[in-house]
DNA sequence: AATCGAAGAATTGTTGAACAATCCGTAGAT
DNA sequence: ATCTACGGATTGTTCAACAATTCTTCGATT
């Protein structure tokens, strides 16, 4: 499984910025073409006029290297591509339709944000977690959630942790697992978000998205998610009622209980 | 102040792999010099032949990209290159002596880690935290130092904690603010390192980094660091006598006042 | 037969060059 | 004095080449 069955969106095509020569041999010198003639090679993709009005706007365009990150991560996060994986350069850079270049400026922020791990010379393979790295993270999470919870938070936010479970409970009725999953997630992310740290909330974001990485595997329990829905309204009610010392250690015996259930989960 | 009167080390010399050609256009087809005829190339820099030993015994051989991002981060971390100073692409590949998609590859890393900031089709600037961010930094260093204070930790991670503390009493007794101030970082990341996370301890790592950046502003004033000697001892009997209780408060006064005189130092 | 090692293929690491797109300062027109 | 067109500088992205390393395969040897 060299994981090149998964459907690549095309991303070279609403590029702003990249040559797309054709393909034949750079001779070409660059005596031609140095003054006006824009957009002047054979009949590539003509990109909408518009774009510049875009970036007059400041509305954030994001460089094609991170948009490769970006569905690199999507495909993570689906589970589309599994935990060992190899991800060969020159296999990413033909299905997505950019360079070898750009899909390695990718990698590097993956390789950041530990989704994926570089093996210098043999290359980058998806991160694959062992029972340590299941702990630790847990442990980043009980320092972190139940900070934020005991720190209590303003009635919107709260509200949004509220929101969270609400959205769990939909899920749940609909028999939506992948919902389930994602409203956890939710969850959790708002509860970190009680503190309005900028920085809290993408490091709990990169915790979150390392541990999509192998609840694929635990999601086979059809009800896997099921028995927290209990548990995060319960949360939810201490924090309401601003029993926040309450809260802070339901949080703490819920990450307990789920790191062992993790544990058990995978090969302990 | 283009952030090139700095003195760059020449950092393409060692690189194993590299193709270095002089100069001329590239017509040289592949043909020769595919067999056994290995470091054929033009009198360039002979690296010592033991490299390929030093692969084998595993030892970590950091890519070209790894040391560029490595040598910046030194830069910033000593204070040569100030807050918002932009960094150019062409100026730092030549600089260094490697290639400008290299230096590109590092700063994707940098930029990961938050010490500099892009700005698209503009550059990449090396970051400039406002009050905000100073507030942001410390909520994270509350959040997570005190957390790992009232976990407690091993007596070998605790002794580590009061080595910090020595040294930073040995660094104010020969009068080395700059000795003082790397004490200082290593008392609080010792205080993380009780908890024994690989994660909580890069976390730390990145913000202290953050910290450094404005930090030379700061240390201006001579024995800024030096009142922080008695909270950290104090702090340390705590956490040695078993008090974990009080040793997270007094760490968290500590944070509170540290953030307070950050704050009046930088405008607001 | 099992093992060792060497030729070969595949892939990564790095470079250099080319060019489009964008940004910025400046000079010219209104 | 303000706006606009022009040019230079720099970033974003691609391509092609090649060195070094790892992986694979296939013989040759004990």
Redesign the pocket.
């Known amino acids: 499984m060299t994981s090149s069955e998964a459907g690549f969106r095309d991303l ?1 095509a609403p ?7 054709s ?1 034949a ?2 001779v ?3 005596s031609v ?1 140095a003054g006006a003639a ?4 054979a009949g590539g993709p003509v990109v909408a006029p518009a ?2 009005a875009a ?1 007059r706007l400041r509305v954030a365009i994001p ?3 991170d948009r490769v990150a970006a569905e690199l991560r999507l495909q993570l996060a689906e589970g589309l591509l599994l935990p060992g994986v190899r991800l ?3 296999t990413i850079s033909e299905e997505l339709g ?5 899909v ?1 400026e990718a990698f590097a922020e993956l390789a950041a944000e530990r989704l994926v791990v ?1 093996h ?4 980058v393979f998806v991160a694959s977690l062992g029972p340590g790295d299941i702990h630790d993270v847990y442990t980043v999470r009980r320092f972190i959630e139940v900070s934020a919870i005991r720190g209590g938070g303003s009635p919107e936010r709260v509200a949004a942790v509220r929101a969270a479970v609400e959205e769990g409970r939909a899920a749940a009725a609909a028999d939506d697992e992948e919902a389930l999953g994602n409203a956890n997630q939710h969850f959790h992310g708002a509860i970190v978000a009680l503190a309005g740290s900028r920085r809290l909330n993408t490091i709990m974001a990169q915790v979150l998205a390392e541990m999509r990485l192998f609840f694929h595997k635990a999601t086979v329990d059809a009800h896997f998610y099921r028995n927290y829905l209990d548990d995060n309204e319960e949360i939810c009610q201490a924090l309401e009622a601003g029993d926040l010392e309450r809260a802070g250690e339901l949080l703490l015996a819920y990450l307990d209980r789920s790191e062992e259930k993790q544990s058990a989960v995978h090969g302990d």
């Open positions: 070279s590029t702003p910025g990249g040559a797309k020569r393909g041999a750079g070409a010198k660059r073409a824009k957009r002047s090679g774009l510049g970036a460089s094609v290297a060969t350069e020159s950019v360079s070898r270049n750009t390695r570089r210098p010379n043999r290359g």
